[in-house]
């Protein structure tokens, strides 16, 4: 079993910056690919970030390219989201995800992440 446990979201102006931390607890005897996704009212969880099992490799969205990074440490067991520049269209509630399978890209479909966190909800102000 994986516990997830998102923090750091909250309001915001347009144009500022959260960092998004998600915890990982339970089984700790490997890494694993993880991701972040969003979901905004009225809309389908999209992808956001990921970063390979291995850590070498990230990817991004088109919508987020150039101003989020992903990035982990693996001491602390935690996943982070540096976000920077934001719109009022990155509003959503926020979700790390944790995907068991060791392949060397990670999904950018949510429903091949294995567990999921609570989410943290976003608001960016215009």
């Known amino acids: 079993q994986v516990q997830l446990v998102e923090s750091g979201g909250g309001l915001v102006q347009a144009g500022g910056s959260l960092r998004l931390s998600c915890a990982k607890s339970?089984?700790?005897?490997?890494?694993?690919?993880m991701g972040w996704f969003r979901q905004a009212p009225g809309k389908e969880r999209e992808f956001v970030a990921a970063?390979?099992?291995?850590?070498?490799?990230?990817y991004y969205s088109d919508s987020v390219k150039g101003r989020f990074t992903i990035s982990r440490d693996n001491l602390k067991n935690t996943l982070y989201l540096q976000m920077n520049s934001l719109k009022p269209e990155d509003t959503a509630v926020y979700y790390c995800?944790?995907?068991?399978?060791?392949?060397?890209?990670?999904?950018?479909?949510?429903?091949?992440?294995?567990?999921w966190g609570q989410g943290t909800q976003v608001t960016v102000s215009s």
């Open positions: 339970g089984r700790t005897d490997r890494f694993y690919a």
């Open positions: 970063m390979s099992w291995s850590g070498v490799s990230t």
């Open positions: 995800a944790a995907d068991l399978s060791i392949v060397p890209t990670p999904a950018r479909v949510p429903s091949l992440y294995d567990y």
